[in-house]
């Protein structure tokens, strides 16, 4: 990756600092599953839930624009499809000529994210962890209903993707540990 942005070597070597290529920007640390795993989940106990607001935003992705970042990563800290104004945010980096990608849980994509993503985003990921229900169950600590809303909404991305012609690569994260080894072939199939 480093090589498809061969200017800012040459700007370091010469000038010994660069632009950030890349920003990730966690606009929230809210989120909608209790990952028994997850650092965000364990240290959200002791902090205030808060969401950045879209004027903040706005205003920090103008910053980044103007110092010359090319990319701006929507990840953890919470899960980015809490921030009621999600898709907003996704389209104005796209319209301030950056790329655009997001790491998601999946259960929160409506209709109005998915489009969002699929106009704009360069790819975006979503974390299943999990072959089955009682998997997911176990490594998001949601019901087991969640899984299939998640399934579901992988589905609605990958119609919408092929419906518009979108580039938009869709991953699909799956973190093996003790409640998901076994299913690794499973989730792969």
Request: charged share 25%; net charge neutral.
């Amino acid at each position: 990756k480093l090589l498809k942005h061969i200017d800012r070597i040459h700007e370091w070597n010469e000038k010994g600092f660069t632009s950030p290529i890349l920003i990730d920007l966690d606009l929230t640390n809210v989120c909608n599953n209790k990952c028994p795993l997850c650092v965000s989940s364990i240290i959200s106990k002791n902090r205030n839930m808060t969401t950045m607001p879209l004027e903040t935003v706005k205003d920090l992705i103008v910053q980044l624009r103007d110092m010359n970042a090319r990319a701006i990563t929507f990840a953890g800290g919470g899960e980015p499809a809490c921030h009621p104004d999600l898709p907003e945010i996704i389209r104005f980096v796209k319209k301030n000529n950056m790329d655009v990608a997001m790491f998601t849980n999946g259960l929160g994509l409506t209709s109005e994210i998915i489009d969002a993503i699929v106009e704009c985003c360069t790819w975006v990921r979503i974390s299943l962890d999990a072959s089955n229900p009682h998997e997911y169950s176990k490594t998001h600590g949601m019901d087991k209903t969640a899984f299939d809303r998640v399934i579901k909404n992988i589905s609605l991305l990958t119609e919408a993707r092929k419906k518009t012609g979108s580039s938009v690569g869709i991953g699909v994260g799956y973190l093996i540990g003790v409640n998901t080894i076994d299913g690794i072939y499973d989730a792969t199939k």
